[in-house]
């Protein structure tokens, strides 16, 4: 039996068929869940439409997760069609392109953090307050995506590691919330994946170069294997699982130094 046959889902984030959201809609519609999606934006509804077409959505909403207005109008909606909701996914972040270039002592603006906190981890909160109701004792999840930059310092990710690890922080602080209701929240923390997100940081692809030849698989990820992995820790299979930032980066976290592949042979 698949392991989220006739589960609720919403998926927040899906903006192309190479985004991490895409990936985890895929696998998740592969499991039997009925997908909801949401789209931010005119410019990005025709796009996103066609993508929920795919999946035979049941549910397709405008929400710009920076306004509360939007979030609730989207519930709301929901909560009409299907009066409950098993499954949030988060898979939004943002800083302003002027964050993600140089170091980051000399790009961080109040302007630009604020931006990038509230897009790449705020959201998740409000998502999670309006989302609560419908998910009350239902064995609900909620799942976020993150990236080790969260941890470690990457060259040019800047203010967008420090919103990662905020967002990796509100995870923590909403299982804590959210248990005695019944309901789970994790993340899972991807390796780097060449999204439209992902291009507009600076050498991005040296980034995806180093990535492959350290991590101890040789390989980077793929948005279906993030995909699979997101499945299961929403599903019930992982009822024991909240609080959680799950790597699916073939390794990489774990790597304290790499040679190259001549040195090693």
């Not at 998740?28 to 949401?38: E, P, R, Y």
């Not at 509100?170 to 994790?186: D, Q």
């Amino acid at each position: 039996m698949s392991i989220l046959q006739n589960k609720k889902v919403l998926i927040v984030g899906v903006a192309s068929k190479r985004s991490i959201a895409y990936g985890i809609a895929a696998s998740m519609h592969k499991q039997g869940a009925k997908l909801a999606f949401t789209y931010q934006n005119e410019r990005l509804e025709s796009r996103v439409k066609k993508i929920a077409e795919e999946f035979s959505a049941e549910i397709i909403e405008k929400c710009d997760v920076a306004e509360d207005s939007d979030i609730k109008k989207l519930f709301s909606h929901i909560k009409n069609k299907w009066q409950t909701i098993d499954i949030v996914v988060h898979s939004v972040a943002y800083a302003p392109q002027d964050q993600l270039q140089g170091s980051f002592v000399d790009s961080v603006t109040r302007e630009g953090f604020q931006i990038a906190h509230d897009i790449s981890s705020y959201s998740l909160a409000a998502l999670a307050k309006e989302a609560m109701p419908l998910m009350k004792n239902n064995n609900g999840s909620i799942m976020a995506v993150t990236y080790l930059g969260s941890m470690r310092a990457f060259p040019n990710y800047n203010t967008m590691g420090v919103a990662k690890a905020s967002l990796e922080a509100t995870v923590r602080y909403l299982a804590h919330s959210m248990g005695p209701h019944g309901i789970r929240v994790n993340a899972i923390s991807a390796g780097p994946i060449k999204t439209l997100a992902a291009a507009g940081i600076s050498s991005f692809k040296k980034m995806l170069d180093f990535n492959k030849k350290a991590s101890p698989m040789r390989e980077n990820v793929t948005i279906e294997q993030v995909g699979n992995a997101s499945a299961f820790i929403c599903s019930d299979m992982a009822s024991g699982i909240t609080g959680e930032i799950l790597h699916v980066d073939n390794g990489f976290n774990t790597v304290g130094m790499s040679l190259p592949e001549e040195e090693t042979e």
